[in-house]
């Protein structure tokens, strides 16, 4: 069974403070996928990023960083310089393996809500 | 690009009727995704389509629930004699055929149910 962990419930911040959401996640699967997806006010569910579990590099995107540690089984996201606008629900997601039959859906985490004060 | 759209966005019902809610995904996208969220809570799968195929259900999928893609296009999904509990966020997604493992889900506004 997958299951996705998000034990951080709700984070407050003040504007322009890093801070890191925490994901840890449980498979069974030697090829897997993680994702983060974030939830604004609206509703809307927003990809932000795909990682296999083959690619243990860390990525940046602009304020965005990603670090994935297999032995750990987690896949932390960071905003720096955090900004009012990037108040919104933080789902981390697990997905299945490879292969036609390969299970698709997402198992999502519970998610962080994150509070930016101006 | 549109995106996913979903139809309708609210729907407020009495227990015990029927609502089908209708799912357009992104054009290009062969595989359909249906997803409950209630307050609080991450998404929970129920079911996935590739093309009109329906490959996978979930155990939260009651026979209450039935949904269908009947040309590899839209997607509906209906529940019969809803119950309180059927109240959640009925979400849709879609995403990409490429081979080889999951790949990033797009997902629409969903459609509200609330059951009184």
């Known amino acids: 069974a997958q299951k996705v962990t998000q034990a951080q419930t709700e984070i407050s911040v003040v504007e322009k403070e890093d801070v890191t959401l925490d994901c840890v996640y449980e498979t069974r699967d030697t090829t897997y996928y993680l994702f983060w997806y974030k939830q604004p006010p609206s509703g809307e569910l927003v990809f932000l990023i795909r990682r296999n579990s083959f690619d243990e590099q860390n990525e940046i995107s602009g304020r965005y960083s990603w670090n994935f540690q297999k032995s750990t089984s987690s896949f932390n996201f960071t905003i720096t310089a955090s900004q009012v606008v990037d108040s919104a629900v933080y789902f981390c997601?697990?997905?299945?393996?490879?292969?036609?039959?390969?299970?698709?859906?997402?198992?999502f985490g519970s998610g962080t809500r994150l509070q930016v004060q101006p | 690009d549109t995106g996913v759209s979903q139809n309708p966005r609210h729907k407020i019902t009495k227990r015990g009727q029927n609502v089908t809610f209708r799912c357009d995904p992104i054009s290009e996208h062969n595989r359909l995704y249906w997803y409950r969220q209630t307050l609080g809570q991450g998404p929970e799968f129920l079911t996935y389509f590739q093309n009109e195929a329906q490959l996978e259900k979930s155990r939260l999928l009651s026979d209450r629930f039935s949904a269908e893609r009947p040309k590899g296009s839209f997607s509906t999904l209906e529940i019969q004699r809803t119950e309180q509990g059927d109240s959640a966020m009925y979400l849709c997604a879609s995403s990409p055929t490429r081979t080889g493992g999951s790949y990033e889900q797009y997902f629409g506004p969903g459609t509200r149910l609330t059951v009184t």
């Open positions: 997601a697990l997905g299945g393996s490879r292969g036609d039959t390969g299970r698709r859906a997402l198992t």
